[in-house]
């Protein structure tokens, strides 16, 4: 089996490719190095079962091989990158979405998008379920990545509908773990490296918002069981158990041992108040739900960061 994954030096996919490799794939990593970091192939650097191409998959993609997947994992995720790079997440979640189906129809391959919960926006459904259609400013500031994933699950659903394509699409919930970059914005992110460092803890909002947390080993094993096992529509792989902002700073300071403040600031235009995924679908259909508990995942997530940063 050959599978092609773009974006595959970011946090999540360069994972998918480790996962891949162990599984006996033959895997070409595709990344243009925008938001991606070369570091989180290194385990992959001498492997002859991986090889990675430099290329914008928002330009076409020309591969000669033969492929049964394409992984379509490249966009810029976090906020910090997609509010500095906005064009980009608009050309490579419709562009790159296009090209990437088209590479997988030309070669009958499996085509599986990497979609996010993002997609619910601030949702007025709680917990979130595949059928609750979101609820999006596609003007305000985050509609430029929310607006470009859910354009990619239209294009992927029109070449399965259209084209009888063998597709796949996962919605991803607040996936963390080693080989997140330290400046990506995110929240488990931000508040591991502020407390390693003693810096005051950012708290946005009252810290009341909830978020789901999901450990990167977890994730990577749900994508694949719908990878194998999944059908055409969109499944949401995340933790279910819900926290708060407030409740993830004091667990993060309770385990770096850190005497860093807390430091309350506004909440940012459109930021979701509650998120969390109803995964009754990949529960059934692929018996999958996560296991590794958030102080577990955290602190293996710490001890990523103390290595990187040489604390």
């Known amino acids: 089996m050959k599978a092609l994954v773009t974006g595959a030096a970011g946090f999540l996919a360069s994972h998918l490719c480790d996962r891949l490799v162990r599984d006996g794939f033959a895997v070409l990593g595709m990344d243009n190095m925008v938001t991606g970091t070369a570091s989180n192939l290194a385990e992959l650097k001498d492997n002859q079962a991986f090889t990675l191409i430099r290329h914008d998959v928002s330009k076409f993609i020309s591969i000669d091989d033969p492929l049964d997947a394409v992984f379509h994992f490249a966009s810029p995720a976090s906020p910090v990158d997609y509010l500095q790079l906005p064009i980009q997440t608009l050309k490579v979640g419709s562009l790159g979405t296009h090209n990437a189906l088209g590479l997988a129809r030309a070669k009958g391959a499996r085509f599986f998008l990497s979609s996010t919960s993002e997609v619910y926006g601030d949702p007025q ?31 992927t659903m029109a070449y399965h509908r ?6 796949r ?30 810096q005051p803890i950012t708290i946005y909002g009252d810290g009341s918002q909830t978020r789901s947390f999901c450990y990167v080993d977890d994730e990577i ?32 300071l309770q385990l ?56």
């Open 125 to 155: 459904v709680h917990p979130q379920p595949e059928s609750y259609w979101g609820h999006v400013s596609p003007v305000g500031p985050r509609g430029v990545y929310d607006e470009a994933k859910r354009f990619s699950e239209a294009m």
């Open 162 to 167: 259209h084209h009888g394509m063998d597709t």
């Open 169 to 198: 699409i996962v919605r991803i919930f607040n996936t963390y773990g080693p080989r997140m970059r330290p400046d990506d914005g995110r929240v488990v992110s931000n508040f591991v490296v502020q407390a390693l460092k003693g």
């Open 221 to 252: 094993e749900g994508i694949m069981r719908l990878f194998n096992d999944g059908g055409p529509e969109p499944t949401n792989i995340g933790n279910p158990r819900e926290f708060t902002v407030k409740e993830l700073a004091d667990l993060v």
């Open 256 to 311: 770096t041992g850190s005497k860093s403040e807390l430091e309350y600031r506004p909440l940012p235009t459109h930021d979701p108040k509650v998120r969390c995924p109803d995964i009754s679908k990949a529960k059934s259909e692929l018996e999958w739900e996560p296991t590794i508990p958030l102080e577990e995942g955290l602190k293996s997530t710490i001890e990523h960061f103390s290595r990187t940063l040489q604390l």
